[in-house]
Antibody
């Protein structure tokens, strides 16, 4: 059974860079989109972006200028970097696996979530 | 971006009840709609994909229906472990978007 284990810094100063990593344990890296989602306090879930093993990436336009997702297939890990963070980036961040094809994608495996707080 | 509006935002019900949660999309999304369950302190769990397909391992008292702009999640014979927050998500177009969630509480 595939599990996602994520980690990264939980407290950042404004203008800093958020960096999170998610390890894929127990499954293939191919055929999926590896995804990041976040949920700010008191708000709904927001899709940040995704990447597949071929290097195809899709980002939320609202974050595109600041976000980068990368994959390290040798380590079975994928990572999120978000630049120039502000208090508005305070959220629980989740990594997830998107399974499917065409438009039939669903997030069928999730990491445990990492709380990131941006504060001076 | 496609907006998803769930109703109700919260719901009280009793064990054994049947409940229905609605998700409405701001434009037609065919059947590209997924439903998730989330319990406090846990990551979301996929329940239904492609509007009506039950994810492996999910109890059969969960069902989904709908197409176009209107979708429903139905939970038959509520069990104590079903009290959680439910939300929908569209995969018709990126950026994927989520409903705001429906909190299902014990009456």
């Amino acid at each position: 059974q595939v599990q996602l284990q994520q980690w990264g810094a939980g407290l950042l100063e404004p203008s800093g860079t958020l960096s999170l990593t998610c390890a894929v344990d127990g499954g293939s890296f191919s055929r999926y989109y590896w995804t990041w989602i976040r949920q700010p306090p008191g708000k709904g879930l927001e899709w940040i972006g995704e990447m597949n093993q071929s290097g195809n990436t899709n980002y939320n336009p609202s974050l595109k200028s600041r976000v980068s997702i990368s994959i390290d297939t040798s380590q079975s890990q994928f990572s999120l970097k978000l630049n120039a963070v502000t208090a508005a980036d305070t959220a629980v961040y989740y990594c997830a696996r998107a399974s499917g094809w065409d438009h039939y994608f669903a997030l069928d495996v999730w990491g445990q979530g990492t709380t990131v707080t941006v504060s001076s | 971006d496609i907006q998803l509006t769930q109703s109700p935002s919260s719901l009280s019900a009793s064990v054994g009840d049947r409940v229905t949660i609605t998700c409405r999309a701001s434009q037609s999304i065919s059947i590209y709609l997924n439903w998730y369950q989330r319990k406090l302190g846990r990551p979301p769990k996929l329940l239904i994909y492609a509007a009506s397909s039950l994810q492996s391992g999910v109890p059969s008292n969960f069902s989904g229906s709908g197409s176009g702009t209107d979708f429903t999640l139905t939970i038959d014979s509520l069990q104590p472990e079903d009290f959680a927050t439910y939300f929908c998500q569209q995969s018709y177009s990126r950026p994927y978007t989520f409903g705001q969630g429906t909190m299902l509480e014990i009456k």
